[in-house]
């Protein structure tokens, strides 16, 4: 997190601990969650691996998980609001154009609740809003072994850790309780 500067991503009070509306109804989550879920992440974000971002917001913890994968992985964001994608690119190329160019950061426009099966599969998955139910989906893009992290219900939340084991078994553990706005659509964020 030292290394990819939050005032390049969170529009007002960067370094403030607690979220922050990045508009388009979404929010950058608390630095301290953004801490918590790369110290969690971190063994499947070692220098050569492949991570998706999902509800990667304004790019910052995309770019996070870049800067451990290194310059031969790859970390891809997806976002279903275009603009949140122009944002997030607009935001890398502020001080790391070059990741954008030579594809080790890439944000594309979707529905995260699909994932990315494109470029599956992945070491990691972060998840950056609530699902409603076990994201069996995104599961299914994991490596064997492989970790997907992501906040799990409706009024009540916990952030989830699944480990894919290597015989591709899944290993579930209740990690915390948490309040993340809800992996949706666009339509729905919106407010349609």
Avoid at 20 to 28: E, V
Avoid at 91 to 106: F, G, L, S
Avoid at 121 to 143: F, N, R
């Amino acid at each position: 997190m030292k290394a990819v500067d939050r005032n390049d991503y969170a529009p007002r009070y960067p370094y403030l601990d607690e979220p922050q509306s990045i508009g388009y109804g979404a929010t950058i989550s608390a630095p301290h969650m953004h801490g918590y879920a790369l110290e969690k992440m971190q063994d499947y974000l070692k220098p050569g691996m492949k991570a998706l971002d999902i509800g990667s917001g304004s790019g910052y913890l995309t770019v996070c998980m870049a800067d451990m994968v290194g310059s031969e992985g790859q970390v891809i964001g997806i976002e279903h609001i275009q603009e949140l994608v122009d944002i997030s690119n607009r935001n890398v190329r502020k001080q790391h154009a070059e990741w954008i160019d030579n594809h080790r950061v890439k944000f594309v426009t979707g529905d995260g609740r699909q994932g990315y099966p494109e470029e599956s599969p992945y070491d990691c998955i972060h998840v950056g809003a609530a699902a409603s139910e076990k994201p069996t989906k995104l599961l299914d893009q994991l490596k064997a072994p492989g970790m997907l992290l992501s906040p799990v219900g409706t009024v009540s939340q916990c952030m989830m850790i699944y480990h894919k084991q290597k015989d591709g078994t899944i290993q579930e553990e209740k990690w915390l309780g948490v309040m993340y706005v809800p992996l949706t659509d666009k339509d729905k964020q919106y407010g349609r």
